[in-house]
């Protein structure tokens, strides 16, 4: 190489790496929309298709990039935990999960991951929820669950009665986990929605089930695992949950409430579905240990109806 | 087609029935059509006639195909179809391979053994139950071998690779569904897979001579065959070569004859003998010596008797067998429980080989191989394990797979409704009562909402609907008390049919009072 190409070139390099020091916005400019991310403390839509709702309410929080950064890795976390078709209404809508994947992906996200410790057959249930081939071809990746080699030990400081538990690797090993539950009935914990869905990243559940359920559920929500709360209320299951007996027993209401905050997500969820948090105890027992809070009077909550 | 040809064509067949029989016993992906277990199980004898004398119907007349084709050709059956036949085909094979190849010698045949064996299993089905069949018929024990030491085995390796890649953060192989072994059935299909290597290896295709019940069955047939294999002694060179590469060593080298009832038809003589000495030859063609007129005649006295005895042994498996069940599981449980569609305990038990072909397949391994569930005489039958798992509600790969019966054809609706067993419950067990907190494990696994929670306290407790529960397990399976559950199913004798919960049907499109209600 020619000497004096040689200097030229290693000096227009040192031009450009020094005036990226000096001017950093000037190259990150796209990214300075991340600043103007809004301050709604909760965003609630109804009327729309699960996926047009989710635009929407993603759009009133700035945008997925304000949550995923480039190169990121994400955790999608929906509710799998039966071996049932959508329209039953037990396990997340699967368009809502396909959709988040993608808002992820166009915010830079590197990776992907969903899974959950499902409750039937996990390969049965990935497949029949259909999340399965939503995920795959969102560009996600669907990951097992039901293996406790997957699952590392973790201390609860704040715990009463759940002081370690068994949680997924994928929890630590990703930048941003994104809580997507559906709204349903249960038979013991009377609803079951964002706090209870994290009994899905959990390996033994038979030990919560053993030891005061419902304060394990508001125990282990003091973590603040979840970045972001998407609660699919698109088709709820009235009665007979969390699995539901037929589909006389789902109801179609068209909602989707996000939120940073779990017990909030909660709150608002319960009174689409009719009920008082105070009358739900785990989400009582929550608000009481300050994991979120249950008032939505105080909140700033963004209400979008696409009716 | 040279007669050497002959041999080409076995081992095209018999790997072909053996790599399809062993992938349905080996794989765990748990989405093969059930067409194909169908199709490739068709013409395994036993399964097919339990099957035949169960529903007789022009569909399952794989074993007539079996019959007619030993009538006609001889036991070509035993080295083509039969898995177990080419599994020691495949062990002779690889021993010859990494040893001196070892010449066979012509041993007389264990005549009293042989046919002790035979009567057993024939008359086992009268006396006692299927128990015998179970463990002599060469496609159930070639399933036990595969199920219960190959397929942990694939499955072990499958999962180390998968936990191997997790921790390079690649998910790209799943680790499959594994609730660890029944010992007393593992030792069994050890002490059989070590049987047959040791005899193959020692004796060639002794195992198939000796004990095995089909492989007598069907050389009494080819006594009596249309076509025989025999020594042409205008062409014999006298050499030897054949008896040296037969492996049911039944060639007799220095008498120049050939057992036909325990040639296998593995065509080896033929692509040995170098003068074309060994022939396959009709057998009732006009030949002017050797045998008397009277040994023949006793000869044929001896084999018809034989063989239609044994026929009419084989029908009489028609009739209901009564198996008497010596309960030696824990006092609360009546009965164990049979898979959905198996009907009863009695149509199960005395129809099920235990050929563990529905152990393999199933996708939640809630179907294990029994001990003494069942009693001595099922031994080996399997059963749903609550313990192990739950039995999926919207599955029935089981009875898909069935090549018996022994588990019924059922449609995925019906499935939903037939009654396994029933729910009890132990309400001074239950964490909700002696701990004063919340669970409902059970009602929140339960599909049919027999289990469901009414208040008590400040809580809620389970209740029961007996009518709706099918008995899948899936309650006991998480109730989360031990040593003993607070909430189990106790089987039933005869399977029943459960009600299913009828309730009004929801509003569809739910309207809001307000535009939002916060």
Redesign the interface.
Known sequence: MDRRIFIKTLTGAGVVAYSSLLFPNVITSKKSKNFLASDFDLVAVRGGEPEIMFDRAIESLGGMQTFVKKNQKVLVKPNIAWDVVPEKAANTNPKLVARIIEHCLNAGAKDVYVFDHTCDNWQRAYRNSGIEKAVRDSGGKMVPGNDERLYQNYDIKSGKRLRTTKIHELVFDTDVFINVPILKHHSSTKLTIAMKNLMGIIYDRGYWHKNDLNQCIADFATLQKPLLNVVDCYRVLKRNGPRGVSLADVATYKALVISKDIVAADAASTRIFGLEAEDIPHIRIADQMKVGTKNLSNLKINRINLN | MKLSDLKKIRIFFSLLFFLLTGFLFLNFI?RVNPLLFDTVIYLQFIPSLVNFINVPSLFVIGFAIVLLSTFFLGRVYCSTVCPLGTLQDLIIYSSNKLSKKKKSTFEKEKKILRYSFFFLTLLSPLFFSILIINLLDPFSSFGKILTNIFQPILIFIN?TI??FL?NL?N?SV??T?FRGVELPSVIFSLFLFFTILTLALLKGRLYCNTVCPVGTLLGLIAKVSFLKIAVDESSCSGCGVCQYSCKANCIDKSNKSVDYSRCVNCFNCFTACKTDGIVFERRYKRREKRESVDQSKRKFLFDTGLYSFSVATFGLLLQKIIVYKKTLIPESRTFPVSPPGSVSLDHFNSNCTACHLCVSVC??KVLQPSYLEYGLLGFLQPRMDFIKNFC????KLCADVCPTDAIKKIDIAEKKLVQIGKVKFIKDNC?VVT?G?????C???????AV??IPYKN??LPELKVDYCIGCGACEF?C??IPYKSIYIDGNEFHQKAV??K????????I?KE????
């Open positions: 748990y999962n998968s936990y997790f953060n998910y799943p680790p569904e996708p939640t999926n509600f919207e599955c964490i701990q907190t919340e669970c409902g494990a009602s929140e696994h339960c599909p049919t909402k469901y929670m809580l809620f998480a989360p008390t299913m919960k309730e009004e049907e929801l509003k569809k499109e739910f809001y535009e939002f209600p916060f």
